[in-house]
């Protein structure tokens, strides 16, 4: 009888040399070091790493974007991605990669519907994801706590205790992940059932503006979305017009030289090749009715974002899409270009493999402006049961709370895109890391600080043009 022999799949390690692996990067790169921030005497001018980023951007936003920024230290940080790539890359590396969200930031957690309509938890912007090392996601996140409770008014014990748990969560549960299963672990995410025990330990007051959160988020549907962006013009269902955060396609410059209608339509089909093939047959019950170009967030200002207005069965079953334009991740240049032709696919790909369940809609294109310019996109619905939390008036533990929600959801999202026994393994079973991870957050948000004051002081002289918002 001959003896089969049964090789391991390509990359196939056992846990225990997985584990090895994880020791052996510790001790080329401890977890103090990793975890240090001094900025470098060659660190580059933050205002110069804005202002090349506003090159590629929509020039009568740019001034949006620096006065979205300027509200808060906050705001600041949240549009300041590209700022802190450079300062991560310029620091020691775990070496372990795993699929970078690339602006893990407070903010960019949040409830969703699934397409079961089930309320869960997760990362919910994709915009500069890439494979990285894990601790610049985690490190994004901590120091994002820090310098939104600074704004919070919390005290330097309050914020450690927040920045602390955050850090600790994310460790445990890559532990407990390391010894799941395979295909456990990618159907695990943070539903309303697990939602639940986290508030348990929230006062009544807490619970209920949570519960309000979650209520609000259900309520904020496409059909909603249909509601405040549309309205009636001769008789038709048409998008509003409220520049300069929402202009429909129609009047801005260059649209007189279109067939505005097959246009769209040209772009729903190419968009419709991304999705699943179910999926086209759904897509091909609508019909194109308009497009706008619409302001959103705060980095993400001055890039190209459209909405899209369809209709179904008739006009009381509208769907509206975002089209939001993908450029290079922050990211590229210190981890190298993307393995996708189209930043759309890359943006795409990159949420699948993270959130535990993504929007139906999602996917890609690529096309050509107004301008003539080619560029990538990607489109989802603009608003499917989408709710996020209101740090600004969260109470010391509501803080702490949601941070360790947001460390359970990111150590999911790089258990699945990485190799978590060894991450695990590095990370260890003390709280070295978490308190390593903790003097950083606070050291960046000095840094972040003084960055903001940079910019003010630019636009105070002129250097940069800050729009009020309007």
């Known amino acids: ?74 705001a600041f940080y949240r549009g300041a991605a590209a700022v802190m790539a450079a300062d991560l890359a310029a620091g020691p590396s775990s070496g372990l990669e795993v699929q970078l969200c690339g602006d893990a930031h407070a903010a960019n957690f949040g409830v969703f519907a699934t397409p079961e309509r089930a309320m869960v938890f997760d990362v919910n912007d994709f915009d500069e994801t890439a494979r990285g090392p894990w601790e610049w996601d985690l490190k994004r996140l901590v120091a994002s706590l820090a310098v939104a409770g600074r704004e919070r008014g919390l005290s330097a014990k309050q914020r450690r205790v927040v920045l602390l748990e955050t850090c600790a969560t994310y460790r445990r549960a890559m532990r407990e992940f390391a010894g799941m299963g395979n295909l456990a672990l990618w159907h695990l995410k943070l539903d309303a059932t697990v939602i639940q025990r986290w508030q348990a330990q929230l006062s009544r007051g807490q619970i209920a503006r949570t519960k309000g959160t979650i209520a609000r988020a259900r309520g904020k549907d ?6 405040r962006l549309t309205e009636q013009r001769g008789g038709a269902i048409r998008l509003i017009s409220a520049p300069p955060l929402v202009v429909p396609v129609r009047d801005l410059p260059g649209a007189e030289m279109l067939d505005v209608q097959a246009t769209v339509q040209g772009l729903i089909d190419a968009y419709r090749d991304s999705l699943r093939p179910e999926l086209h047959r759904l897509l091909g019950t609508y019909r194109v009715v308009d497009m706008a170009r619409k302001v959103v967030g705060v980095g993400s200002v001055g890039t190209r974002a459209w909405v899209v207005l369809l209709v179904g069965r008739d006009e009381r079953d509208g769907l509206v899409l975002q089209a939001k334009e993908a450029q290079a991740s922050v990211l590229e240049p ?39 310019v080619e560029r990538d996109f990607y489109v989802r619905q603009l608003w499917d049961g989408k709710g996020s939390a209101d740090l600004a008036t969260m109470a010391p533990n509501g803080l702490q709370v ?36 903790t003097r950083f957050a606070e050291g960046y948000a000095d840094q972040n600080e003084r960055d903001f004051r940079a910019l003010e002081a630019a636009a105070g002289a002129g250097r940069v043009h800050a729009d009020a918002e309007r």
């Not at 060659?42 to 110069?48: L, M, N």
């Not at 210190?334 to 696919?345: I, L, Q, R």
């Open 222 to 227: 496409h059909t909603r979305a249909v509601a």
């Open 402 to 437: 949601y941070g360790s929600m947001c460390g359970w959801t990111l150590a999911r999202a790089h258990a699945r895109t990485g190799d978590r026994v060894a991450l695990a393994a590095f990370l260890g079973s003390s709280d070295a890391v978490d308190r390593a991870l």
């Open 1 to 74: 009888m001959t003896d089969v022999v049964q090789e391991r799949p390509t990359g196939w390690l056992p846990p225990t040399e997985r584990q090895q692996l994880g020791r052996a990067a510790r001790r080329e790169a401890p977890r103090q070091a990793i975890a240090a921030w001094e900025a470098a005497g060659s660190r580059a001018d933050p205002v110069d790493i804005l202002q090349a980023q506003a090159t590629s951007r929509v020039p009568e936003l740019v001034g949006i974007r620096y006065g979205r920024m300027l509200q808060s230290p906050f």
């Open 334 to 372: 210190y981890v190298g270009a993307s393995p996708f032709a189209n930043h759309g696919e890359r943006v795409v790909v990159g949420q699948r493999s993270m959130q535990a369940v993504s929007d139906v809609l999602l996917g890609w294109l690529r096309a050509h402006g107004l301008d003539g």
